[in-house]
């Protein structure tokens, strides 16, 4: 008992040690993690809250977005067989070429390209035509006019028999890109 009395005071540092060490600390520790969890809980409720009360104004611009969408959608070709396009399109432009008195000379078609960043696949078609200038002139805006869009991607233009007050003749050729929307385009 002497030797209990003559260390009481280390064990009694000895005692609040592990006391701290197996009590004290995790019980603290269990604490912070519970209080970690329940602010990750109060963050979601504030989202969700916040997300409600602002649930007419999101569903306002959703509406918005959809309208923009499909205002936009008119813009491109609905999807369709790559193959039955192609012919489509080729035969509007000879048409159109036809109709303003223009030849021919050249049509081909390079190969598609996705652009997966807008769900779009890209044609594109050279075409190499010649006329008189100022019908040349026409069928260039007439196709800036199109929709759905055409984009002229390239041009290249060959004036000939200028006069004096006279344009002459021109020998065109142009690299049109037509857009469609990614669905069943195969």
Do not use: C
Not at 144 to 152: D, F, R
Request: glycine content about 4%.
């Amino acid at each position: 008992m002497n030797d209990i009395k003559k260390h009481a005071l280390a064990l009694f540092i000895i005692a609040i040690l592990l006391y701290f060490k197996f009590i004290l600390v995790p019980v603290l520790e269990w604490q912070d993690t519970k209080l970690l969890k329940l602010a990750l809980l109060e963050r979601k409720i504030n989202r969700v809250e916040q997300l409600l009360t602002n649930q007419m104004s999101i569903e306002e611009l959703d509406n918005d977005l959809n309208k923009h969408l499909n205002r936009l959608n008119h813009n491109f070709f609905q999807p369709q067989p790559i193959e039955e396009f192609k012919l489509q399109q080729q035969k509007l432009i000879e048409e159109e070429l036809a109709s303003l008195g223009l030849n021919v000379n050249s049509i081909g078609w390079k190969n598609n390209q996705n652009l997966d960043n807008a769900s779009l696949t890209q044609f594109q078609v050279d075409i190499g035509f010649s006329g008189k200038s100022e019908q040349v002139i026409e069928y260039l805006l007439s196709v800036s006019s199109h929709v759905p869009i055409s984009e002229v991607m390239v041009m290249n233009l060959s004036f000939q028999r200028q006069q004096m007050g006279q344009l002459g003749s021109l020998r065109a050729r142009i690299r049109l890109a037509y857009y469609m929307q990614v669905g069943m385009a195969q």
